[in-house]
């Protein structure tokens, strides 16, 4: 059993595999580039969307089923139906791929935004702030920890199918899994399992940390006393983070 | 359509091989998930950490942990055992968290009543605790359900028999249909399962019927944001 570990732990360690076109580092390149790529796209789609069915109610019936039958769409299969469609290259697998971010970032996005307290955002309208001053500077602020839900989720979902995507085949560490898959080569692929594992852990923790960063003090569960105080006086002196929050 | 009659056979035993490679790992989840919900109401420290380590197991690729798990378990790469285990942690991640929310919507006054009648405490929680806590544990069960049918097609790709096979060979043979055909059984299994899950609900939770008419059930809008919320909690 230990045999197999330290074959991978050689693998990796060794500087063969460090270089070059298939190297470990042009790989991983390759799977933050897709992943971002996918990411950008579909944040372009569901964030706005998400935003404005959050905000007025409207369309929201047909956002969540959507969403909700979008979410049972099986992964591989969206993935081949559209390179067999489309044809090989990058494009089709990345569309695929949007296709299945949007439901969890577009139901993150509105859960977010109607998560917030009904009063805050009443009291923000009483007290003169136009609509968009509403979203951006009470709702958005205010719904970020559940937005990042979403997002996070999101993006575990692109770095995990962009895994898939190797198969097809395209670059990525998905790559060492087919591999050595073919090659019988199962140090080969564990090795890419576990630096899948490892990406996917990390880029967690970041975002994490970034959530932690944007949110809002007064909405940190580790503040004391009443959270219900704290929710509005931020809404009633909007954090400067919200600005940046609509752009991830 | 010709293609589906003359394989009538083989979807079916795939579809077979799928219902099992799903619906195993969400009954395993489940019966593992309730007393670790049930150890994390404990103490808040247990929270933590039954919260973490869930979202963590739950961060890793569905792919990858097909593979890592074989040598920890010492089974083969086909074996289909890997899919088993692996599906049962992200059910049990899934779950544990639905889990700790169901116990916590139940009313404490109404266990302190239960108390106060005599109840002991595993009655309590057979004839209190569990029946209240079915509607939030049923959310989370219809997103486990959904989640695992779709996973499980991945597998295919390390030649572990399911519909996602229809996947793998349809892109060997530049065969649309096949694929097409894939993806609508995986999709009607999802249906049908989604569809069992609120009738089961239904009949295990008559008294909801009577509030059911004076609104929408939250469930639904529950299902879409409880696997959003695994990773809502960040580190708390």
Redesign the interface.
């Given at each position: 059993m230990s045999n197999i570990f330290t074959d991978t732990l050689a693998w990796i360690e060794d500087p063969a595999h460090w270089t070059g076109r298939s190297g470990i580092p042009v790989r991983l390149l390759e799977h933050l580039e897709y992943s971002g790529l996918v990411l950008v796209i579909a944040a372009a789609i569901a964030i706005p969307l998400g935003l404005y069915i959050g905000h007025t109610g409207r369309g929201r019936v047909v956002a969540v089923g959507v969403a909700g039958a979008l979410r049972a769409l099986p992964t591989l299969g969206l993935l081949v139906l559209f390179a067999l469609i489309a044809g090989s290259g990058l494009m089709p697998p990345v569309w695929a791929l949007v296709i299945l971010t949007v439901p969890p970032l577009l139901a993150g996005t509105y859960a977010g935004i109607s998560s917030v307290d009904r009063d805050v955002v009443d009291a923000a309208r009483a007290m003169g702030m136009t609509e968009l001053q509403i979203l951006f500077d009470v709702e958005l602020p205010n719904g970020l920890q559940v937005m990042f839900g979403g997002i996070r989720t999101a993006v575990l979902q692109i770095i995990a199918t962009v895994s898939v995507v190797a198969y097809l085949p395209l670059g990525g560490l998905g790559r060492y899994l087919f591999d050595g898959l073919v090659l019988q080569d199962f140090p080969r692929m564990l090795a890419g399992s576990l630096l899948i594992a490892g990406l996917a852990i990390a880029v967690d923790l970041v975002l994490a940390g970034v959530q932690r960063l944007l949110l809002s003090p007064g909405l940190s569960p580790e503040t004391p006393g009443g959270r219900k105080a704290t929710t509005d006086l931020t809404a009633v002196a909007p954090a400067p983070a919200a600005v940046q929050g609509g752009n991830t | 359509m010709e293609w589906i009659l003359s394989n009538s056979g083989m979807i079916l035993e795939r579809a077979g091989q799928h219902m099992v490679l799903a619906l195993v790992p969400m009954v395993l989840g489940l019966v593992i998930s309730i007393p670790l919900a049930q150890l994390a109401r404990i103490s808040p420290a247990l929270r933590t950490v039954v919260l973490t380590a869930s979202s963590?197991l739950?961060?890793?690729?569905?792919?990858?942990?097909f593979?890592?798990l074989p040598?920890l378990l010492?089974t083969r790469?086909l074996d289909p055992l890997n899919v088993i285990v692996a599906l049962t942690i992200y059910a049990v991640a899934l779950l544990v968290r639905a889990a700790l929310d169901a116990f916590d919507s139940v009313d404490e006054d109404l266990r302190q009543a239960a108390v106060a009648m005599g109840y002991k405490p595993w009655p309590r929680f057979l004839q209190v605790d569990l029946p209240l806590s079915l509607p939030v544990l049923f959310a989370g069960l219809r997103v486990v359900s959904?989640?695992n049918?779709?996973?499980v097609?991945?597998a295919?790709?390390?030649g572990v028999g399911n519909?996602?096979m229809?996947?793998?060979d349809?892109?060997q043979r530049?065969f649309?249909t096949e694929?097409?055909v894939?993806?609508m059984a995986?999709?009607v299994l999802?249906?049908v399962m989604d569809a069992v899950l609120v009738l089961m609900e239904r009949l295990l939770t008559p008294w909801t019927r009577a509030a059911d008419a004076a609104g929408p059930s939250p469930a639904?809008?529950a299902?879409?944001?409880a696997?959003?919320?695994?990773?809502?909690?960040?580190?708390?």
């Open positions: - | 963590l739950y961060t890793i690729p569905s792919l990858a942990l593979i890592i040598p010492g790469i959904v989640s049918i779709s996973l097609s991945v295919a790709l390390l519909l996602g229809l996947f793998t349809g892109l530049t649309v694929v097409v894939g993806i995986i999709l999802a249906l639904v809008s299902g879409i944001v696997d959003v919320r695994v990773h809502a909690g960040g580190g708390s």
